[in-house]
């Protein structure tokens, strides 16, 4: 019989490269061709206008979607993004990940992800609490703790999750906190959560560098991206004992090779909203940031920010991806070619958000709490865990670190859907 149609829904350069991704590593454990179309595409998507009323009385109407990929391991899990440059194709990349990533970490989960097109900095607080309500009614048919337990991404945020939650609660008829993860922890949020990527970001940094014998407290380090996972990130590894010689947000970045002082860098952000003309160096731009010459090189913001153009300017030892698919495959090829970078890939590297989400779950389902320092201790083993089966996978077959990670998560889905088999 001829091969399945290839879906068409999902267009975009993102989900063409997440499925670059999957054949490569499908090709390297030889999967069955009657499994390929069955793992790689989307289980389902969900497209929802969201109609909401504006402060001057106006009416405005939002499109957002969801996309679940993989239901076969358990609920589906994944962020919701607020982003003007949001689309479907990018959602069902993005959930394509975090199947892996799940995977990968052990998680009962599968992979989710949504979005909204906006711009919530154009939004009053009463429009986003309209809009995040709105969109979380819109979910309701496809939504719930065993069902699909969204998160805050790019644009959104534990108070958005809290109105989420509000709003499915008040639909069941009861305080249901397991229904979404990353919210307030008078709401039933995790202690350590809100640091929770940036810190797994860190200490999978630390791990490798001490891989390699090079001592962290003599690392430099340049970070793409200074919201929420890249703060995190420099915090933590400011506390490690690193050098952060450079941070960027979209408004541009700033330089300093005697190190940034980065509380005064969080505490410019939190009064101004956004780096620029923050005094603690020499601005830089995004582009220059990813040639610095430095130890470490987070690229911690949005999606293949490394390509063909400009992989060969990269001057560091170590890039970690702290952001989901920040590097395209053909720099990935070329970077591999090269071989005096170590890459930590996205669904290893930033998979402590979606680990303390988990335990955020479970601790909502047993309405029992941890500490954060028995949450973050949690955290290393489930990263040791993962970091070691990386490390076995690359050894063991001589691949990459980025195809040992994809065909772990991906041979681990594959499997529980070949245990489950095919419902006629």
Not at 129 to 158: C, F, H, K
Not at 217 to 234: C, H, K, L, P, R
Not at 311 to 334: F, I, K, S, Y
Request: net charge neutral; aromatic share 8%.
């Amino acid at each position: 019989m001829s091969k399945a149609v290839v879906s068409q829904l999902y267009n975009s350069e993102f989900f063409k490269m997440a499925c670059r991704q999957f054949d490569v590593a499908a090709d390297a454990i030889s999967l069955p061709e009657d499994m390929r179309d069955r793992t790689k595409y989307p289980r389902r998507a969900l497209c929802v206008a969201l109609p909401i009323r504006r402060d001057d009385g106006s009416v405005v109407v939002f499109e957002g979607y969801r996309v679940q990929h993989n239901l076969s391991t358990g609920p589906a899990k994944g962020g919701i993004r607020f982003h003007q440059d949001v689309t479907i194709g990018e959602v069902a990349a993005l959930a394509m990940l975090m199947s892996w990533k799940c995977a990968l970490a052990g998680l009962p989960y599968g992979g989710a992800k949504g979005g909204v097109i906006v711009n919530p900095g154009l939004l009053s607080l009463g429009e986003l609490e309209r809009l995040s309500r709105r969109y979380m009614q819109e979910l309701l048919p496809v939504i719930g703790p065993q069902v699909d337990v969204p998160a805050p991404d790019v644009g959104t945020n534990e108070q958005i999750m809290g109105w989420m939650l509000d709003t499915y609660s008040t639909h069941v008829g009861h305080h249901e906190p397991a229904v979404v993860t990353g919210k307030p922890l008078a709401l039933g949020g995790s202690q350590g959560r809100r640091e929770a990527t940036g810190v797994g970001v860190a200490y999978l940094i630390k791990r490798y560098l001490e891989d390699l014998g090079i001592p962290i407290t003599s690392a430099t380090v340049a970070i793409q991206g200074f919201g929420n996972v890249g703060s995190e990130t420099a915090v933590a590894l400011a506390g490690y004992g690193a050098k952060i010689i450079a941070i960027s947000d979209y408004t541009g970045g700033i330089f300093n090779a005697n190190g940034i002082n980065i509380a005064k860098a969080l505490e410019y952000v939190r009064s101004q909203k956004v780096l620029h003309d923050f005094g603690g160096g020499e601005p830089i731009s995004n582009d220059d940031l990813l040639a610095l010459p430095c130890t470490v090189l987070v690229p911690g913001a949005l999606e293949r920010v490394i390509t063909a153009a400009n992989v060969g300017r990269l001057r560091c030892r170590v890039l970690a991806e702290a952001a989901n698919g920040p590097t395209t495959d053909e720099a990935d090829r070329l970077i591999e070619a090269r071989g005096d970078i170590e890459v930590i890939p996205d669904i290893l590297c930033n998979s402590g958000g979606v680990i303390v989400s988990y335990f955020e779950w479970l601790q909502n389902l047993q309405h029992y709490y941890w500490t954060r320092d028995e949450v973050l201790a949690k955290l290393t083993v489930v990263l040791d865990r993962a970091k070691e089966a990386v490390e076995q996978q690359k050894l063991k077959f001589k691949f990459s670190r980025r195809l040992a990670a994809l065909t772990l998560g991906i041979g681990r889905v594959v499997e529980a859907k070949q245990r489950r088999g095919l419902f006629p």
